[in-house]
């Protein structure tokens, strides 16, 4: 979000800044006594934005935007410290559906050769109970 707000910033401030003054908005400022010397290549003889700066400008602000933009790309969120758990709850993979089931709250449990296992649903225990080693044998 805030890489964003950055891109907004500078968005908006190309175009809040500099597109009034390549309109001429200092024109009135300069029509009497005219540009100064130092400003001239900057705003002209009558105050209007130098086409191109103006275009030096705006290239720059999409320059800007678009590294700033980059930066995500190596964005890794924050690794959750364990994957067994979901918002405090102990997780576990159904064998059938191989949906994830909270222990505490699984419709089911059955037991194999001393393990445990949690189901989502009576029909997915029913199945496992009819062949336990269909669903737990590892396929290549």
Request: a positive charge.
């Amino acid at each position: 979000m805030k890489t964003i707000k950055q891109n907004l910033f500078w968005a908006f401030a190309y175009n809040v800044i500099l597109i009034p003054v390549a309109a001429g908005i200092l024109y009135p400022f300069f029509i009497y006594s005219g540009v100064p010397a130092g400003l001239q290549f900057i705003l002209g003889q009558y105050g209007f934005l130098n086409p191109m700066l103006a275009a030096l400008a705006m290239a720059a602000s999409s320059v800007t935007v678009v590294s700033n933009s980059l930066r995500l790309k190596g964005f890794r969120p924050p690794q959750i410290k364990d994957s067994n758990t979901k918002g405090g709850a102990q997780m576990t993979i159904d064998p059938v559906c191989k949906m994830e089931v909270d222990e505490k709250k699984a419709a089911a449990t059955s037991e194999y050769k001393g393990q445990k296992y949690y189901f989502c649903a009576m029909g997915c225990k029913k199945a496992f109970d009819t062949n336990p080693e269909k669903y737990l044998t590892v396929k290549k």
